[in-house]
């Protein structure tokens, strides 16, 4: 009976949420915040030469194309995220979806309810005490908040990722596939002894010393080659595994089953 695969769900304020909600966030912002401000500079110009409502729409339409680009990727980034993690990719890109955001949804609005007093405070001495002191302290504490809240948006995407990732992934049975043995290599057979000098006579000089006799066969040991070894390329120089099942190093290595192969499917066994 095979066994069967236990993922539990991480704890919001804990550095394994962190670490998985940073696994997608910086992913999504090498993509779209390129596009984003391509399509502000794009808007940005053609105001410049006199086509202030062209530039507008150019710029409004970049911006919700990469709004949308950023939810899709969700789904493919959480999956991503499983396989690594688990070995196990996640199905149902649309429920994925979901169920990250309206987590991460409810999560920021807690926070923003929990933040808004403090918000109001830093809006307040910021505009009333312009070139001073309480100032300057107002918009210092507007960019601590900020910097709250994407935290909280970091926290809350790797917390209901290992959520959603948990309720697909538990009970799912785990093959054990056997390991395949190394290939034995045999060492070439080596003399004990120094070969014997053999000294040659002409066929007339050795019909008349001896009659001529069958002499018994002698069995000549054969040196079988050593079976090379599998050649190894840069993956084996940077620790990767050789995969047992097909020779390759496109291995990688997951905190749970622990090694597994890209490429053929094969999974470390664990007992």
């Excluded at 050789?242 to 622990?258: H, M, N, W």
Aim: hydrophobic share 55%; charged share 10%; aromatic share 10%.
């Amino acid at each position: 009976m095979d066994d069967l695969l236990t993922v539990e769900p991480f704890g919001f304020f804990t550095r394994d949420a962190l670490r998985a909600g940073w696994y997608v966030v910086w992913r999504q912002l090498v993509r779209i915040v390129p596009l984003a401000v391509g399509a502000l500079l794009i808007g940005g110009a053609l105001g410049g030469l006199g086509m202030g409502i062209f530039g507008a729409v150019v710029g409004g339409l970049g911006l919700c194309a990469a709004s949308i680009w950023g939810a899709l990727l969700i789904p493919r980034l959480a999956s991503q995220w499983a396989v690594a993690h688990y070995g196990y990719p996640l199905t149902g890109q649309a429920r994925v979806w979901w169920a990250i955001v309206w987590r991460v949804t409810v999560v920021s609005f807690i926070a923003a309810v929990i933040l808004t007093p403090p918000n109001f405070v830093a809006l307040s001495l910021s505009t009333a005490y312009k070139g001073a002191v309480l100032g300057g302290f107002g918009k210092l504490l507007t960019a601590v908040l900020g910097l709250v809240n994407f935290a909280v948006a970091v926290l809350s995407t790797g917390w209901a990722m290992s959520r959603v990732t948990a309720l697909q992934l538990s009970g799912l049975p785990v093959a054990l596939l056997p390991l395949v043995p190394a290939p034995i290599v045999t060492e070439p057979m080596r003399l004990t002894a120094p070969a014997e000098a053999v000294s040659f006579e002409t066929a007339a000089a050795v019909a008349v010393a001896a009659p001529l006799t069958m002499a018994a066969p002698v069995a000549i040991p054969v040196a079988s080659a050593p079976v090379p070894s599998p050649a190894r390329g840069p993956a084996a120089v940077e620790g990767k595994r050789q995969c047992p099942k097909c020779g390759l190093y496109e291995t990688e290595r997951g905190s749970v089953i622990g090694w597994y192969c890209t490429i053929c499917g094969w999974r470390e066994a664990r007992r």
